[in-house]
């Protein structure tokens, strides 16, 4: 069974950081597009940061400088690194893997496993 479970999320003043975990079952994340998506009450799920199969990534401009995706193989696990945190990045965030393709996208469509999510919060 293919799995994502998140962890890290959290509350936090602004200019703060936190790191996201998600540890990964049934599936590595070297045969797959992966991706941090964050949702907001009455808002669509949006696409934060996405890395391909050959470890490029791919950042939504709101977030650009600011967060980092990377994998540790041996643990299967995906990270976010959220620095200079903002009260606008307060929402759900979620992890996603979807089938491999030429270039990965920040489409949710394109996403066919998801973790439950983790909160985060960031106050001014």
């Known amino acids: 069974e293919v799995q994502l479970v998140e962890s890290g999320g959290g509350s936090v003043q602004s200019g703060g950081s936190l790191r996201l975990s998600c540890a990964a079952s049934?599936?590595?994340?070297?045969?797959?597009?992966m991706g941090w998506f964050r949702q907001t009450p009455g808002k669509e799920r949006e696409g934060v940061v996405i890395m391909d199969t050959a470890g490029r990534t791919s950042a939504a401009d709101s977030v650009k400088g600011r967060f980092t995706i990377s994998q540790d193989s041996a643990k299967n696990t995906l990270y976010l690194q959220m620095n200079s945190l903002k009260p606008e990045d307060t929402a759900m965030y979620y992890c996603a893997a979807g089938p491999a393709q030429r270039v990965c996208s920040q489409d949710r469509n394109d996403y066919t496993t998801w973790g439950q999510g983790t909160q985060v919060t960031v106050s001014s």
């Open positions: 049934g599936f590595t994340y070297s045969s797959a597009c």
